[in-house]
């Protein structure tokens, strides 16, 4: 009925390190971007949305968190890396993102696009890998 703390507690890092390393690998290469050039949702796209999707995937599989949670958590790294410049620059000049709620919702369905098949991905191979030690 209650959950093992000590699993929990090891789901939620891992989680954290994952959302972490997800909103860094989108969000470096949009930080460094010139505001001028910046474009979403093709700023997006690139090497960090294949870390997350890798990233999902490995969670998954092996098993340390739940579909939902991970689908969830990481995709929800993408919007925060690019929350994080918006936050920065809008302290700066408030005037430079008026149109920051669409680009955040548009991070959002890309972060769930990227993720998703990953997630997926990492059921599949889940099942399959629980399915052998059931028929051992």
Request: aromatic content about 8%; cysteine-free.
């Amino acid at each position: 009925m209650f959950p093992n703390m000590a699993t929990e507690k090891r789901t939620s890092w891992r989680l954290s390190a994952a959302f972490l390393v997800g909103m860094l690998s989108v969000g470096i290469p949009v930080w460094l971007m010139p505001y001028s050039k910046l474009n979403v949702p093709s700023a997006l796209y690139g090497a960090g949305l294949v870390v997350v999707f890798i990233l999902a995937a490995l969670l998954r599989a092996s098993g340390f968190s739940t579909f939902s949670r991970t689908l969830h958590v990481l995709s929800a790294s993408v919007p925060a890396a690019l929350m994080a410049r918006i936050v920065v620059e809008g302290a700066m000049d408030p005037t430079k993102h008026n149109l920051w709620p669409l680009a955040i919702i548009i991070s959002a369905v890309v972060g769930y696009a990227a993720t998703a098949p990953g997630v997926i991905l990492g059921q599949l191979i889940y099942r399959l890998a629980h399915r052998e030690d059931k028929t051992q």
